[in-house]
DNA sequence: TATTGTTATTAACAAATTGATAATAACAGG
DNA sequence: CCTGTTATTATCAATTTGTTAATAACAATA
């Protein structure tokens, strides 16, 4: 956006003698729901049953809720987008400066922090996981995350954030943020079968989305089994 | 969410002593973008071509953005949720209690407001035009929008809006917010056809929006052609 | 009363998309 | 060459869409 002009000099004196204190306050965190997908070992790379679907999350140090899980995030400092905000702490947690991001919901409980009113705007981060260094901070298999003791409504807020996912990857390419540069069908239908929770038969889901995909003439080897063809994500930039 | 309970002596002082002071506090703005169709009179009520996607616009009285057309809302109150908030101005500018209304998108840009750092949490809001009682505000077609002078960023905010009224039309029954109780199939298509832009094929929009509705038993009357059957949204409360 | 104009509703059929199962292919290792 | 394993294609039924045409029901009017 331009830089706001004052029409008048009556709208500059008003400008210049506002008081900001007039209105009430808020103080604000950006929290993130950065989601991967383990694939701890190479030979468990491609077996499904060994891969989840996580989340990442960090033990607080201080009150309010110390010895608690939290989501990675704080307080959005001056002048600070929360895209400035988020990548700030992404940055921090895991290494990554370009995870692909997007705002999930405002939480704006009148109680939700002890201290003061605190919203708190929430994003959910798609990463892959391989390329993630992580820095104090952990990755939590989703159904362990009931069984944490959770900070504030995070506990509610990853739920809300794994719905959006859940429904995004019915009709966006979202799903290629997680996805390394190439990849087999198999690897990509495990990812879908790990975040959505449920088996996909194979002849469909490779005919749906094979118009999405590019094939990069190389292919796996080594495994003892049929070789698959390797792919990339056609669309955008990714 | 409940309310926190400190765990110790230690916390309990700590949360007396804090100071809320240290973290930047931003004032936070909750804007509502109001969709309605007009349905002017009793004869253009069926017209397709007499109808329009219109938003609910008010004209500042103050500075800045003075004269400016801007959507209606206004600065979260102490204590106040957003949905407070946001109800807070529906029923001031509609007279409407309990319009439909969801979370849209927290707009953060740092100089949004000339004023001071000002965020706005967006809503959607659906309602049925004719129940509606407008106070100090005016329905503008959509197209007539971008022709308007709009204040801060909500030309942007409202485009975002469509967006994503659009896209929810598709897969979820979000519709319904902005029908009568009872409404024919035809009605509903052009609802349809307004919001989207484009005509629609009445024997397949049929097809697949019949297993939604239940048949009043009803019938229209007095049209000068074949009566319709009058119908009701059968899913949830509405 | 038969005809016309108009909108509602159903029918009918082709085209495209899915669900599901089976067949075939390609590899490593014995 | 046979076995176990995963990849990939083929096949066919079932379902859902796109499209056009037929039929129905009314008011007004000839």
């Known amino acids: 956006m331009e830089r706001y002009q004052p029409c008048c000099k009556e709208e500059e004196e008003f400008l ?8 009430p306050s808020i103080a604000v965190t950006v929290d993130a729901v950065i989601f991967g997908i383990s694939r701890d070992s190479a030979e468990n790379y491609r077996k499904l049953d060994k891969q989840s679907l996580k989340v990442l999350l960090v033990k607080r140090t201080d009150y309010p809720y110390k010895d608690y899980y ?6 959005v400092l001056e002048g600070e987008t929360f895209e400035e905000s988020l990548q700030r702490t992404l940055e921090n947690k895991t290494g ?15 109680h939700r922090d ?7 705007c929430s994003y959910i981060s798609l990463l892959d996981t391989r390329k993630a260094r992580i820095k104090d901070a952990v990755w939590v298999e989703l159904e362990e995350v009931s069984k944490l003791a959770m900070a504030f409504d995070h506990s509610f807020l990853i739920a809300e954030a794994v719905k959006r996912l859940r429904g995004k ?13 190439e990849f087999t069908i198999s690897e990509l239908q495990s990812v879908y ?18 118009n999405k ?3 990069t003439g190389k292919m796996t080897s080594n495994a003892g089994h049929r070789p698959s063809r390797i792919f990339r994500y056609k669309g955008r930039e990714c």
């Not at 990554?96 to 009148?110: H, I, M, P, R, W």
């Not at 990857?169 to 540069?181: A, C, G, K």
């Not at 975040?195 to 002849?203: N, Q």
Request: proline letters at 6%; glycine letters at 8%; a negative charge.
């Open 213 to 215: 995909l590019e094939d």
């Open 193 to 210: 079968e790990i975040i959505l929770g449920e088996k996909l038969l194979a002849a469909a889901f490779r005919r749906t989305i094979a």
């Open 96 to 110: 990554l400066k370009n995870a692909y991001s997007e705002q999930l919901y405002t939480f704006d409980g009148v």
């Open 70 to 75: 939290s989501l990675p995030g704080g307080f």
């Open 16 to 23: 210049r003698n506002y008081n900001p204190g007039q209105f």
């Open 169 to 181: 990857l019915q009709y966006t390419d979202i799903v290629f943020h997680m996805m390394p540069e």
């Open 114 to 120: 002890p201290r003061m009113r605190v919203i708190s």
